[in-house]
């Protein structure tokens, strides 16, 4: 009998602990969102881990490839894995910054000509050809959106 008992309390263990697994394994649990998040701590290893690769990584932009057709060359990009920019980045009066500015993640996170896009393309729903990240990259978690979100917010401009 003493067999029969250790054999169905093991066998409850090993439900419960298959539950609970299968229970945690749809479950992502995310750290607190920081009430006041820094590029440098916070934002910066969202942007590498998801952006960087084509905005940024090395001073090369990758062109845009949006429906099959290539970004014009002229186009401005952000260079998310950095914070300050490089050259001049002044709007003019046309609103637009000079061909020779290089904008980092400040920039594109305060300046109205930057933000709309930056802001836009990272909350477009997966089958949006324009999201940004495109396929086959995983887009922003709605964590990572809420992190980028609030230290936008909190950039002046």
Known sequence: ????????????????????????????????????????KDVRPILMAHCARCHGAGDMLRKEIINGVESPSGAIQCYLDRFEDKDDCTVNDAGAPPATCLPGAHTCATSPFFKVFLDAYIHLPESDPKRMP??????????ELSVVDRWMANQAP
Do not use: H, Q, V
């Open 1 to 40: 009998m003493g067999g029969e008992s250790d054999s169905m309390t093991r066998a409850k263990i090993t439900a419960f602990a298959l539950l609970l697994a299968a229970a945690g394994a749809g479950c992502t649990i995310y750290p607190a969102e920081p009430a006041s998040p820094t590029y440098a």
């Open 134 to 143: 495109p396929p086959p990259s995983p887009p922003l978690n709605e964590w």
